[in-house]
């Protein structure tokens, strides 16, 4: 029996291929609790991920590293993503860490980052979905609690800077238990009453979990399916939640979505004011134009017009002059051109030169000795004359 011998790289680059084209291991999420933390000069992150009984090494390269939203450091339970492979020259696998939070919201996490990615695929966010906001409301509708910090500062926000505009809230649970389902019942009243030309739907800040409803697949829909357009307010200004994606218009804050979703009447007052003034200095302009020309006209005598008419004219026949002689040149040389032409194609030049021709009385030219016989006459036309002709022969 023949014995298989690898080398130590054959075998390492075996286990690699095998762990790379794992399915499960190739995007996994991994808890445990960090030791063992160095984060090295170039960027580089090195972890040690154990739990009761085992250990796991964990590399997070610079790339990924950046994008973390808090230090790691040892004792810190976290939930890390990435991917199983092997480290071939030290003969060990390890955790290439692409993404990772703090252990505590990892599953909300997890849910938001799977339904995120779902209806995205679906295309609730794409921009061709996207409705415009209409520049002048007649009616605001709020989803929103009756009481709270959000809702005073939405009613201030369009009472200052829009107070033509009404104000239509719908009060809802944004936290807790039902939240959700009390947000889509409040947008979709809006929707079957027409009672409103924008939707401003949120609330105040708070954490991932006092913000969930609006990490919701049900919120998200209700928006998406909204006649409406929707400008989203949830108060967490680095944070997007779901529906800040499938909204027509995110704000940052609810008093910023009240900014947006009214104009201000100080702002069209004044370019009301800019667009008026301008339009009296251009009206000023052309009267003052219309009225120097109107004196000029006054000023003038009928002589000073019919100088100036006579003045054309001569400027008109001086021009008309010039042409005709620029034209008059053209043609000449034109028709000298022509008229060396024709002389070399004239049959006289070879007469000149000491040929002649044989014509019948009429006129036409005999061509062949054939076209004559005995006692044919004809006349042999030559440079100074002619002479009567008889074939004798």
């Given at each position: 029996?023949?014995?298989?011998i690898?080398?130590?790289?054959?075998?390492?680059?075996y286990?690699r291929k095998?762990?790379?084209h794992?399915?499960?291991?190739n995007?996994?999420?991994?808890?445990g609790?960090i030791?063992n933390f160095?984060?090295?000069?170039s960027?580089?992150?090195y972890i040690?991920?154990?739990?009761e009984?085992s250990?796991?090494?964990?590399?997070?390269?610079?790339?990924s590293?950046?994008?973390?939203?808090?230090?790691?450091s040892?004792g810190?339970?976290v939930l890390a993503?990435?991917r199983?492979?092997?480290?071939?020259a030290?003969g060990?696998?390890q955790?290439?860490v692409e993404e990772?939070i703090p252990?505590?919201?990892g599953?909300l996490y997890i849910?938001?980052?799977?339904l995120k990615?779902?209806l995205?695929d679906e295309?609730l966010?794409a921009p061709?979905?996207?409705?415009?906001?209409?520049?002048?409301p007649?009616?605001?509708?709020?989803?929103t609690a009756?009481?709270?910090?959000?809702v005073r500062?939405?009613?201030?926000v369009?009472?200052?800077?829009?107070p033509m505009?009404e104000i239509?809230?719908?009060?809802?649970?944004v936290?807790?238990?039902?939240?959700?389902?009390?947000i889509?019942?409040?947008?979709?009243?809006?929707n079957a009453?027409?009672?409103?030309?924008?939707?401003?739907?949120?609330?105040?800040?708070?954490?991932?979990?006092?913000?969930?409803?609006f990490?919701e697949?049900?919120t998200?829909?209700?928006?998406?399916?909204?006649?409406?357009?929707v400008i989203?307010?949830?108060?967490h200004?680095?944070?997007?939640?779901?529906?800040?994606f499938?909204a027509?218009?995110?704000a940052?804050?609810?008093?910023a979505a009240?900014?947006?979703?009214v104009p201000?009447?100080?702002d069209?007052y004044?370019?009301?004011?800019?667009d008026?003034n301008?339009?009296?200095?251009?009206?000023?302009g052309r009267?003052?134009n219309?009225r120097?020309?109107?004196?000029r006209?006054k000023?003038?005598?009928?002589?000073?017009?019919?100088?100036?008419?006579n003045m054309?004219?001569?400027?008109?026949?001086?021009s008309?002059?010039?042409?005709?002689?620029?034209?008059m040149i053209?043609?000449?040389?034109?028709?000298a051109?022509?008229a060396a032409?024709l002389?070399?194609l004239?049959?006289?030049?070879?007469?000149a030169?000491?040929?002649?021709?044989?014509?019948?009385?009429?006129?036409t030219v005999?061509?062949?000795?054939?076209d004559?016989?005995?006692?044919?006459?004809?006349?042999?036309r030559m440079?100074?004359?002619?002479?009567?002709?008889?074939?004798?022969?």
């Amino acid at each position: 029996m023949e014995v298989k011998i690898a080398t130590v790289s054959q075998v390492n680059g075996y286990v690699r291929k095998i762990l790379d084209h794992n399915i499960i291991l190739n995007n996994i999420w991994v808890k445990g609790e960090i030791s063992n933390f160095k984060h090295h000069y170039s960027g580089h992150m090195y972890i040690t991920l154990k739990d009761e009984s085992s250990i796991l090494k964990a590399v997070m390269f610079r790339t990924s590293a950046r994008s973390l939203s808090f230090e790691p450091s040892d004792g810190m339970k976290v939930l890390a993503r990435g991917r199983i492979g092997v480290y071939e020259a030290g003969g060990s696998y390890q955790l290439y860490v692409e993404e990772m939070i703090p252990d505590g919201v990892g599953e909300l996490y997890i849910a938001y980052e799977q339904l995120k990615k779902k209806l995205e695929d679906e295309g609730l966010f794409a921009p061709e979905h996207k409705k415009p906001i209409p520049p002048f409301p007649e009616r605001v509708g709020v989803v929103t609690a009756s009481t709270g910090a959000a809702v005073r500062d939405i009613i201030n926000v369009i009472t200052r800077r829009y107070p033509m505009a009404e104000i239509i809230i719908h009060p809802a649970q944004v936290q807790g238990a039902g939240a959700s389902e009390s947000i889509v019942q409040a947008i979709q009243y809006f929707n079957a009453a027409k009672e409103a030309d924008t939707l401003i739907v949120g609330r105040g800040g708070g954490s991932i979990e006092d913000l969930w409803a609006f990490n919701e697949e049900i919120t998200a829909r209700a928006i998406f399916e909204s006649e409406i357009p929707v400008i989203s307010a949830v108060g967490h200004e680095t944070d997007f939640t779901i529906a800040d994606f499938v909204a027509d218009m995110r704000a940052p804050t609810p008093s910023a979505a009240a900014e947006i979703a009214v104009p201000s009447m100080l702002d069209l007052y004044n370019r009301i004011n800019t667009d008026k003034n301008c339009i009296a200095r251009n009206m000023a302009g052309r009267i003052e134009n219309s009225r120097l020309l109107l004196k000029r006209f006054k000023m003038r005598t009928p002589k000073d017009r019919i100088d100036e008419y006579n003045m054309r004219v001569d400027s008109l026949m001086k021009s008309v002059t010039g042409n005709l002689k620029m034209r008059m040149i053209s043609l000449k040389r034109e028709l000298a051109e022509q008229a060396a032409k024709l002389e070399a194609l004239s049959p006289l030049q070879t007469l000149a030169r000491g040929y002649s021709i044989p014509t019948r009385g009429d006129g036409t030219v005999i061509r062949s000795a054939g076209d004559m016989k005995r006692g044919t006459e004809f006349i042999l036309r030559m440079k100074d004359g002619n002479a009567e002709c008889v074939v004798k022969e």
